[in-house]
């Protein structure tokens, strides 16, 4: 064997080839990586934490080696984003088992799962499922659909907030790949009339992921969504989520009240959750008593209670919310207001000293009040306990690898972005989202119009008297700087 010291630069990655030499259980285990074949030779990468008899196991199989040492950390992550990234994803499994007859035989020896990247000798329906679920985490997926039709089953993956086909298996293969999903979220595989939900926990690539599971019977069979909730601390920061330095500091200041309620809206998918919990993780939990109710709970937050909604057994976000008020809380997070019942609690919690953040399904900020009214909270009730509302969309990015000029304006203008689409971003064009952002504060001007009822045209005008930017108006900011296109600020802002 013959040794280099460490590499300095860039850091090559590791050959297709190199990499089927080990299984990644080897590799990681061993802290052990072959990075490309030579002539008479291999390149091994190494660390002070690799033990000898791993190095020798690899010289006595495949014979010279050039040993290249790394640091530990760094060998560990190469190791990991180097087997993520190893060909034969999804469609390729999905080719591999089509190729088997005995349906019934691909659901015995089904292991329990350490990490999804050690999965080269289970059964094929598994190996489908943890290339299915290592694809869509490697690819940022947050939905992954697993859906029937009369002559074959369609998988899907919904990436920053649009869906793609990834692979079209044969029809044989749905209720395997259901019943394999059903065991891991530890659902009744017997029951196919009834819709069902479930969890599960995993490790891909040694980083860990949430998967909410959702059931549902149809003509041709159950479908499946599985939401996927990568735990990932740098996504709850409000500044790299997009929130403009203005914004972001008159939202602390609403965070940072002693009572009332501040509310975060937008539609399914709008990231409303993620802000609350951006929120929270800026308050001090040394000497607050920060409490949430949720369904479910995505992130487990340090220093903060959080307690799960399970309407099975007659626990709502009602029932939640009169329990937490009892428990001594300074802050209140509640995933989501649906009811008279849960947005009472929540005024009256408000009134009452504590401060309460919630989310709600508006198109915008001003209908929010609408909306509670509808509900059956009393105007003047809102008018009293409202401190500000944000209303929120993600806007997709532009992808750095391919997106081109389209249009020059003159005067000095910017230029006009639009999508091209490449390998790196899936042909779509985009790759990752940011917010925008529209926050209303409710001032001496706004509770008047709430307490009368006032349409929410007024509203908005009094907000925009105020200094609020639209969501709209938000958006542009990102077009100016050419991070995102005119087509996707018109998609997603086109209802104003």
Same mark, same amino acid.
């Given at each position: 064997m013959n040794e280099l010291n460490s590499i300095s630069g860039s850091r090559p990655t590791a050959t297709a080839e190199a990499l089927r030499m080990l299984p990644y259980g080897?590799? $990681?285990?061993?802290?052990?990586?072959?990075? /490309?074949?030579?002539?008479?030779?291999l390149e091994v990468w190494i660390s002070e934490r690799t033990p000898v008899p791993a190095i020798a196991e690899v010289a006595r199989n495949f014979g010279r080696l050039t040993l290249v040492r790394v640091p530990p950390d760094e060998l560990a992550q190469a190791i990991n984003t180097a087997y993520s990234r190893q060909d034969?994803?999804?469609?390729?499994?999905?080719?591999?088992?089509?190729?088997?007859?005995?349906? +019934?035989?691909?659901?015995?020896?089904?292991?329990?799962?350490?990490?999804?990247? #050690?999965?080269?000798?289970?059964?094929p329906i598994i190996r489908m499922i943890n290339a299915l679920l290592t694809q869509a985490a490697r690819?940022?997926?947050?939905?992954?659909?697993?859906?029937?039709? #009369?002559?074959?089953?369609?998988?899907?993956?919904?990436?920053?907030?649009?869906?793609?086909?990834?692979?079209?298996?044969?029809?044989?293969?749905?209720?395997?790949?259901?019943?394999?999903?059903?065991?891991?979220?530890?659902?009744?595989?017997?029951?196919?009339?009834?819709?069902?939900?479930?969890?599960?926990?995993?490790r891909v690539g040694g980083r860990p992921v949430d998967v909410r599971v959702s059931?549902?019977?149809?003509?041709?069979? #159950?479908?499946?969504?599985?939401?996927?909730?990568?735990?990932?601390?740098?996504?709850?920061?409000?500044?790299?989520?997009?929130?403009?330095?203005?914004?972001?500091?008159?939202?602390?200041?609403?965070?940072?009240?002693?009572?009332?309620?501040?509310l975060v809206t937008g539609p399914t998918g709008s990231g409303k959750t993620t802000t609350l919990y951006a929120a929270m993780s800026r308050l001090e939990t040394a000497t607050t008593n920060i409490m949430t109710v949720e369904d479910p709970i995505e992130y487990d937050l340090t220093g903060i209670g959080q307690t799960q909604v399970n309407e099975r057994i007659g626990m709502n976000f009602a029932r939640a919310l009169r329990s937490i008020l009892r428990q001594d809380p300074d802050v209140i997070m509640i995933g989501e207001i649906r009811d008279l019942e849960t947005a009472q609690i929540a005024v009256q919690a408000? *009134?009452?000293?504590?401060?309460?953040?919630?989310?709600?399904?508006?198109?915008?900020?001003?209908?929010?009040?609408?909306? *509670?009214?509808?509900? %059956?909270? #009393?105007?003047?009730? *809102?008018?009293?306990?409202?401190?500000?509302?944000?209303?929120?969309?993600?806007?997709?990015? *532009?992808?750095?690898?391919?997106?081109?000029?389209?249009?020059?304006?003159?005067?000095?203008?910017?230029? /006009?972005?639009?999508?091209?689409?490449?390998? /790196?971003? %899936?042909? +779509?064009?985009?790759?990752? $989202?940011?917010?925008?952002?529209?926050?209303?504060l409710i001032d001496d001007e706004i509770r008047p119009l709430i307490h009368r009822n006032a349409a929410d045209a007024e509203i908005l005008a009094a907000g925009r008297a105020q200094g609020m930017r639209t969501l709209r108006e938000d958006a542009n900011r990102w077009l100016a700087s050419g991070l995102t296109s005119l087509e996707e600020v018109l998609r997603v802002t086109g209802g104003e």
């Open positions: 080897f590799a $990681r285990a061993g802290q052990i990586l072959i990075m /490309k074949q030579h002539a008479d030779t034969g994803g999804a469609a390729q499994v999905i080719g591999e088992v089509e190729g088997e007859v005995d349906l +019934s035989r691909l659901m015995q020896d089904i292991p329990e799962i350490e990490d999804l990247l #050690e999965s080269e000798d289970d059964a690819e940022g997926a947050s939905d992954i659909h697993i859906e029937p039709f #009369e002559t074959s089953s369609v998988v899907r993956f919904r990436v920053d907030g649009t869906l793609r086909d990834v692979v079209r298996p044969k029809k044989a293969l749905h209720g395997a790949l259901i019943s394999r999903i059903k065991i891991m979220a530890q659902l009744d595989i017997a029951e196919k009339r009834l819709p069902q939900d479930g969890r599960i926990t995993l059931t549902l019977p149809t003509g041709h069979g #159950e479908r499946a969504v599985l939401r996927l909730l990568e735990k990932d601390a740098a996504r709850l920061n409000l500044e790299t989520l997009g929130m403009a330095s203005d914004t972001l500091a008159k939202f602390d200041t609403l965070i940072g009240r002693p009572h009332g309620i501040v408000s *009134l009452t000293g504590h401060l309460v953040l919630a989310t709600l399904h508006t198109n915008d900020a001003a209908s929010a009040v609408t909306r *509670l009214a509808d509900m %059956g909270v #009393e105007p003047y009730l *809102l008018a009293s306990s409202l401190l500000g509302i944000l209303a929120q969309r993600l806007v997709r990015q *532009l992808c750095t690898a391919c997106k081109a000029t389209r249009i020059e304006l003159g005067d000095g203008a910017q230029a /006009k972005w639009h999508a091209v689409g490449c390998e /790196k971003c %899936g042909r +779509s064009g985009y790759s990752g $989202r940011r917010g925008v952002y529209e926050l209303l």
